[in-house]
């Protein structure tokens, strides 16, 4: 195999597959880039198993083939020759990459072991605007699971119904759901997609006006943005129902300015922020809520005006989740609503409904 391409293109596009290479692996293709070279164009695909990403680029090719280069090193090496051609030869086990006056080698494997790439993906499909999704996505995605213990809740479940969308994220503590339109769909679908996928989707997007085509079949989904093609594989399973979660009414509910909460909290958080919980104390009365926190270090007590509509409370959570969901609120004024202590209670904006978060509190010895 050898080829001709300029370095910018070529490291422009590592970059983007190389974030579908297996970190943790027995099998050391998985780890790797493959490149393909047919005609007058570079086909660099990447994948860990569970998403794939495929990124096509033009080149003079001299000899066709197919190799898979160490994703890792290739991409850090790779990006280092932005500003120049690069004319890269494939012999046996051997890469050379010939750069300006140098020459530099590296070992590859061959492509026979990589896996097979599915992208003939469309059996079912949405369009959505592209500005729209990724609002959706950067709505919701922070709330799902890190861990391995329930794999569903590493997912984002996405419901169309309609023309509507809605977006929903749990990862046991605290929930995240948004609505949203679509500009069209081919049927209503339930999907759950990896949270680690959307992100490197809303990374693909491109800025400003636009729309968006997300495919499903048969459990995979895919996204093709120019020349560049992200498929991933759906989580399978029933995803909770938020409906059995989000409480329909409420005892207590505090209307307060949206900048001046997360600053009292964040303030707060910075001497509890080697605790297991990060615990906050928010104690609500007429005018005002009063944010305190507690540890070796110090104490914060810090009142914030507030409309209060309902009964007195004092009620303790993590400050992180409570700071995350303020964050993703956009209108100034935001409301609070709860029913007791140890019940979860949501955030949302003062106007627009269309995103909800709730959190569930934590159980100290003055709420247990």
């Known amino acids: 195999m050898k080829f001709v391409c300029d370095g910018l293109d070529l490291s422009d596009a590592v970059l983007k597959v190389v974030k579908a290479c297996a970190t943790r ?23 860990d ?26 991409s850090d090496f790779i990006k280092k020759l ?14 050379d990459i010939v750069y300006a006056d140098s020459q530099t080698s590296m070992q590859v494997l061959g492509a026979e072991d990589f896996p097979n790439i599915f992208v003939d993906v469309n059996e079912n499909s949405f369009t959505i605007a592209t500005e729209e999704f990724k609002r959706l996505i950067n709505a919701t995605t922070f709330c799902c699971a890190a861990d391995d213990s329930r794999p569903i809740l590493k997912g984002c479940q996405l ?12 990862d046991g503590f605290r929930l995240a759901t948004a609505r949203g339109t679509v500009v069209g769909s081919t049927s209503d679908m339930e999907i759950v997609c990896p949270a680690r996928t959307l992100k490197e989707i809303e990374k693909m997007l491109p800025e400003g006006e636009g729309e968006t085509q997300i495919k499903v079949q048969k459990g995979v989904l895919l996204v093709c943005v ?35 909460l997360k600053a009292s909290i964040e303030r707060a958080a910075i001497l509890v922020r080697g605790d297991k919980n990060s615990l906050i104390i928010l104690d609500i009365s007429q005018g005002k809520v009063e944010i305190s ?62 995103v909800l978060y709730l959190i569930l509190p934590v159980r100290t010895s003055n709420n247990a």
């Open 49 to 74: 198993g569970e998403m794939t990403i495929q990124k096509k680029i033009k080149a003079e090719i001299y000899e066709e083939g197919d190799v898979c280069v160490p994703g890792k090193y290739f």
């Open 293 to 354: 926190s507690n540890s070796e270090i110090g104490k914060v007590n810090e009142p914030v005006k507030a409309e209060l509509e309902g009964k007195d409370l004092k009620i303790a959570m993590n400050s992180k989740f409570i700071t995350d969901a303020i964050n993703a609120l956009s209108e100034d004024e935001i409301v609070l609503s709860f029913n007791n202590s140890v019940q979860p209670f949501i955030c949302e904006n003062k106007q627009n409904k269309d």
């Open 226 to 260: 120019d020349d560049t093609i992200l498929t991933s594989c759906l989580y399978n399973g029933d995803f909770i129902k938020k409906e059995n979660i989000i409480p329909k009414a409420f005892i207590t509910t505090v209307t307060v300015d949206r900048e001046l």
């Open 82 to 95: 932005e500003g120049v051609q690069l004319t890269i030869e494939v012999n046996d086990n051997k890469m």
């Open 159 to 170: 419901v169309i119904k309609g023309n509507e969308i809605t977006a929903t994220a749990l």
């Open 25 to 47: 692996t027995t099998v050391p293709v998985m780890e790797c880039i493959k490149i393909t070279a047919r005609i007058d164009s570079l086909i660099l695909t990447a994948t």
